[in-house]
């Protein structure tokens, strides 16, 4: 059996849990079972159970090391760990590798990587040659984007709609901000909320606004893939969201909603199919007020990002079982 191991939270936001969950789904697919982790946050565990998974409650507060080894005794057919965590701590590490199970991590820049068979770190896009690990695989081939959004993959080819979705939870309101600034551009937006979004009065009394009537509100899209789809520019924070937006070849405005997610937002650039507007502390207003070649960001957008990223970790993890 698998166990993958999460933090998912208003603070840290879902995008680990929807990570893991299409690993988790490809993984599935191949006739391995597989049991989550999570911390006590109820949102991500109705996530976990609606995709039908089993899941376990693990004390975040508690010291790294001081819990797995419980867990691990009473569920002895684990042969592979897996986190999705960023950073772990070397007593966590020296735990489930006492116990003789696998243990795979996911950008994860602390030392106790070092003692993961297999570091998956296609978010880091800085020092990447500090990664430790036995093995370690960075880059957009092995991001881990839900299949389902190929069905929507087409050209931009001028801007007529704009989506803005700062991630499930936009822990700092990032998303009142860029609609401030859209409408002083003149231009409105489809504004999507994540189930941890913490800041809907806010938004509420800015959208009852004179100059924000055009503004539209959605809660908790069934499928946000779909929901871009209808939209010609993504307005994101630096997590998968650009991604999953490029491989449907939407390109996208980021906004790093941490510092983790500026190297994100470079590289993304760098590929051609997004803008980088900064940091949410500092964004750079002008870009709301440029006009985007679309058309050329959504044609490297479809060159630099496939699907393919979880049929890659998941053959990975395969060898490691041989």
Known sequence: MFVICIESSHRRGLGHLFRSLNLARELRKRGYAVRFLVNDHDRSRALIQSNGFA???YP???PPGSWEARFLDEHPDV?????DRLDTDPAHAG?????TRKLITFDDRSAAADAAELNVSALIFDHADRLKGKHVVTGPRYLILDAAI?????QREALGSIVVTLGGADTYGVTLKVLELLAQSGRSATVVTG???GHLDQLHALLDQPGYGEFLHKANVPSLAEEMSRHDLAITGGGLTPFEAAAAGLPSVVIANEDFEIPVGRALEGLGCSIFAGHHTAVNERIFHRMLPLKEMSIRATQEVDLNGALRVADLIEELRH
């Open 55 to 57: 899941h376990d409650i």
């Open 60 to 62: 975040l507060v508690d």
């Open 79 to 83: 042969s592979v760990w897996i986190n």
């Open 95 to 99: 735990v489930v590798r006492a116990a």
């Open 150 to 154: 190929g069905k929507y993959r087409r």
């Open 195 to 197: 189930p941890a979004f």
